[in-house]
């Protein structure tokens, strides 16, 4: 009996050969592969043994022969393929085991050339592994390591029958079909791996379903490293906050929320406000600006540490003060809002489809329900608060003036709760700050301590029972209250 192995992933493959070995399989090899047997010491044969032909082109071809595809291709129950083998002196080989180029893996790494990617296309080994799939009657077929141990097991009980070559078969295709899909989206520019995802142990890859300029995903990248899948999420949850915005804004987020929001005349005005708001939390964090970065704001920008920038474009005066900063990423994007379109989540089994919560604050709209109004600057604040809270993980809590955010809660189990970070966060507490709640309240706790820390306004969706202990409330202690009637959960 013999095995052809050819194998990038190294992992396991002592044992394995050794296993086969005992089991009386004669192993054939190529390149790495063979060199790598031959320092296990145990003995092994290359190819060229079976062909009687060297490799040639650097080993872009070595196995694409007939002497190595007869041998794997051939229908042993056929009589004239029998005959034909007999010709041809080709020798049945019983086992492939081939697990290919790192295609995937080279294009994940920072600054790979396409000559790289190219190089890392293996041609030979998804040939012998479909061939070897397809005569699954006579030939077992192994590309992933994982399967090394059962092998030897079915190997050594003689129980490599026909109905578990077939489930490898299947293994195979898939493997083939999806390395691939890799590498089409690679050249078509649709589908990237990453470094890894949330976590080092987590594999990722990015899909790009549009080529539209208006996503994150097809910004222009002026400089700095691959983003990552967290830069990625971090930054479309700024950029998707910032282009809802008709004046300058600057949006920082950490973590999928908003840390600081801050507004003004010019973009360092915002950026400047931004910061205030939390200029703990928006080190290391991405940076979201609906118009365009001069030097002045990238000035302010460069004195702290950010990971990504994302703008609709740069100053040549900006590009010169980011220079020097060559991790830094700064995207360019076409914040031109897009309110169409679906998006959805994974969940186990399958994933959730919902509409993009496009819904805004329509001033004719708003319900007072209480005695006092909210003044002209309670309500530019309110409209800014209850814009950042659509923004923030529930339950969220958003304090703000009329010109930045100035404490945020997010994310907490209760509204108290996050009312108690945002307040316990807020760089300061005065008549000026409202407050905007992502849902009702369902008892006045949430007004009461609003009131406590000097909060004169309050934006929320209404619709609870008790909604009128809250009104109440308000009313005994002079706050304005509006009700919007559309609540903005994100979970």
């Known amino acids: 009996m013999k ?14 050969v050794k296993g086969l070995i005992d089991a009386g399989y004669e192993i054939y090899s190529t390149g790495g592969t063979y060199d790598k047997i031959k320092s296990f010491g145990y003995e092994v044969r290359g190819v ?16 694409l022969h007939p002497k190595v595809h007869g041998g794997i291709l051939a229908d042993r129950d056929n009589a004239s393929h029998v005959e034909d083998m007999q010709a041809n002196d080709i020798e049945a080989i019983d086992l492939v085991v081939v697990n290919l180029y790192p295609f995937k893996e080279t294009v994940a790494k920072d600054g790979v050339t396409e000559a790289e990617a190219v190089e890392n296309i293996d041609i030979g080994g998804p040939t012998m592994l479909r061939a070897a799939a397809k005569n699954f009657k006579h030939v077992t077929t192994v590309v992933n390591p994982q399967d090394y141990e059962e092998v030897l097991d079915k190997i050594a009980a003689g129980t490599l029958d026909l109905e578990y070559r077939r489930q490898l078969s299947v293994k195979v295709f898939k493997h083939t079909a999806e390395y691939d899909s890799a590498i089409v989206s ?3 520019g649709s589908e990237r791996t990453l470094r890894y995802g949330e976590n080092p142990h987590q594999d990722a890859k990015l899909v790009k379903t549009t080529d539209d300029r208006n996503t994150i995903l097809n910004a222009e990248v002026l400089q700095g490293k691959q983003l990552s899948y967290n830069n990625l999420r971090d930054g479309d949850s700024a950029f998707g906050l910032a282009k809802k915005f008709d004046i300058p804004v600057a949006v920082a987020v950490k973590h999928m929320n908003p840390c600081g929001v801050g507004t ?23 940076i979201a600006c609906n118009r365009p970065v ?25 590009l010169e003060v980011f220079d020097n900063k060559e991790n830094l990423r700064l995207l360019a994007v076409d914040f031109t809002e897009d309110l169409d379109g679906d998006e959805f989540v994974s969940v186990s089994g399958g994933y959730l489809l ?29 409209a800014l608060a209850w814009e950042v809270s659509k923004h923030v993980k529930s339950n969220a809590i958003v ?37 905007a709640s992502d849902g009702f ?21 209404g619709g609870s029972k008790r909604d009128q202990e809250s009104i109440d409330f308000c009313n005994e202690h002079g706050m304005a209250m509006v009700f919007t009637g559309m609540r903005h959960f994100k979970h």
Do not use: C, W
Request: charged fraction near 25%; avoid cysteine; hydrophobic fraction near 40%.
């Open 3 to 16: 095995a052809l192995i050819s194998v990038s992933n190294k992992a396991g493959l002592e044992h394995f």
């Open 48 to 63: 060229s043994d079976l062909t009687q032909f060297e490799e040639i082109m650097d080993g872009r071809v070595k196995t």
């Open 186 to 188: 690679y050249f078509k």
């Open 264 to 286: 003004g005349e010019t973009m360092v005005e915002a950026f400047n406000n931004a910061y205030e708001a939390d200029d703990q939390s928006i080190f290391g964090g991405i």
């Open 294 to 318: 001069d030097r002045e704001a990238a000035e302010a920008m460069s004195k702290i540490f950010l990971e990504v920038i994302i703008a609709p474009s740069y100053t040549n005066g900006a």
């Open 354 to 382: 919902q509409d993009r919560d496009t819904g805004k604050l329509n001033p004719s709209e708003i319900n007072v329900v209480t005695e006092a109004e909210p003044t002209e600057a309670q309500m530019k604040a309110l």
């Open 399 to 435: 304090l703000a003036n009329d010109k930045q955010t100035v404490g945020i809660g997010a994310g907490q189990m209760n509204r108290v709760g996050a009312l108690k970070i945002a307040a316990e966060r807020a760089i300061h507490l005065d008549d000026s700050v409202v407050l």
């Open 441 to 461: 309240f369902p008892m006045p706790d949430s007004v009461a301590l609003a009131h406590e820390h000097g909060i004169k306004a309050i934006i929320q969706p």
